[in-house]
């Protein structure tokens, strides 16, 4: 079973730029994927049309089997994005955060509470969950973004630049939290500018450059001809 499949996907924005050009890309259930590419190549306007937040001009996007044109909810529901910025209510607590977003995706208080608490101890960020986030690091933010991903149980966690900015030791933390979250059967996409990100984490990696993927291949294979 595939956790994503896309199919000559395109997209034309309204000014007439192709920020991508006809883009297939199958990513494994259980994987941990990294979408790799510099900056304007199209990588967040790929994750954006995963994730429901841009339209497609053309092709197709399959996540679990559900086409995201025919069967939107379903194939949302399988999804948890966590995006490059902090994007937040920062007056809001932790926990707060964690339960509107259990809520928008309708689960029932009382799991959501349970989840609430699973994600957040998952992240270390517990005794932290009566403090309003504005008063968190950025490091800590981070997480939040993440734990909140993750409150409605999605079997496809979508990472955007999640440990851009932030320092070393924190990075290496976070690794491990994304990585035991993969391992406990969450198929992960991450994108970064950090190579040895990728290299020390994913299983398999697509290179996309000028809307179109020029790389796709495992991780080892990669490295082995660079
Ligand atoms: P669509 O083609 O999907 O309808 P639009 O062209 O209407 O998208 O643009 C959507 C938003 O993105 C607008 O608010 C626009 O200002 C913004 N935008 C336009 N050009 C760029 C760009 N080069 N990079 C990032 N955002 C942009
Ligand atoms: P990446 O995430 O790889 O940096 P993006 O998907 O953000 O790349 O952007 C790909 C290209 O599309 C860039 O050249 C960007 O300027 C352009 N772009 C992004 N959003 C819009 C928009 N709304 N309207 C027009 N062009 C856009």
Request: with cysteine; charged share 25%; glycine share 8%.
């Amino acid at each position: 079973m595939n956790a994503l499949s896309l199919r000559n996907l395109k997209k034309t924005y309204n000014n007439g730029f192709e920020a991508l050009k006809g883009i297939d890309l199958d990513v494994e259930a259980g994987d941990f994927f990294a979408l790799l590419g510099p900056n304007g190549a199209g990588k967040s306007t790929a994750i954006g049309i995963i994730s429901s937040l841009v339209n497609a001009t053309s092709g197709s996007v399959s996540i679990f089997g559900h086409d995201l044109k025919h069967d939107l909810a379903k194939a949302k529901s399988c999804i948890g994005l966590v995006p490059q910025e902090v994007n937040f209510n920062q007056f809001d607590t932790v926990k707060s955060i964690l339960l509107n977003q259990a809520g928008y995706y309708g689960t029932p208080r009382k799991l959501a509470l349970q989840r609430a608490e699973y994600c957040l101890k998952q992240m270390d960020l517990w005794d932290k969950r009566d403090t309003v986030s504005r008063r968190l690091s950025g490091g800590m933010k981070r997480r939040v973004m993440i734990a909140r991903a993750l409150v409605h149980s999605p079997k496809l966690l979508i990472l955007d630049e999640p440990t851009a900015g932030v320092d070393i030791e924190i990075r290496r933390s976070m690794w491990q939290m994304m990585q035991e979250v993969n391992e406990q059967g969450t198929t992960i996409i991450l994108t970064t500018h950090y190579l040895e990100e990728a290299e020390s984490l994913c299983r398999n990696i697509a290179i996309i450059n000028h809307g179109r993927i020029v790389e796709n291949s495992d991780m080892a294979g990669l490295l082995a001809r660079l």
